[in-house]
């Protein structure tokens, strides 16, 4: 078995209309960072509005962790970010001022980034 952790790809499509389904995706994509795994979320349609700074705040439910502070793990242990240029610029989000560790890129890079494989998940 080996030793070096294989890639974690997160897809998540849903923003704070389901707080706790994005919760879910980032406690999933904080394991997988905090265990040293290189971890991508690619952020599509109501997502990408998270990469905006100041968007993904509260808590999601009675006992679940504040967003802000899973995006703070995320961040400090590498976890990156993918944003869909397409929604992005559906939605008229200003790309230069997205958060740290997000790039805009869409599912040619996706791949790229996955090259021979990654566990991914979808949320």
């Known amino acids: 078995m080996s030793t070096i952790p294989g890639k974690a790809a997160i897809s998540l499509s849903t923003g704070l209309e389901d707080a706790e389904r994005v919760t879910v995706a980032f406690l999933m994509a904080v394991g997988a960072a905090e265990q040293g795994r290189p971890t991508m979320m690619f952020l599509t349609k109501e997502a990408v509005r998270l990469a905006v700074p100041g968007v993904a705040v509260g808590t999601a439910c009675d006992g679940c962790p504040p967003l802000p502070e899973l995006m703070d793990r995320y961040e400090r242990a590498g976890g990156r970010y ?40 979808s949320f």
């Not at 997000?102 to 791949?111: K, N, Q, R």
Request: hydrophobic share 45%; proline share 5%; glycine share 16%.
């Open 82 to 121: 993918l944003v869909c240029p397409i929604c992005v610029n559906a939605k008229k989000i200003d790309s230069g001022t997205l958060i740290a560790g997000a790039d805009m890129g869409g599912t040619v890079p996706l791949w790229q980034w996955i090259g021979d494989g990654a566990t991914t998940f």
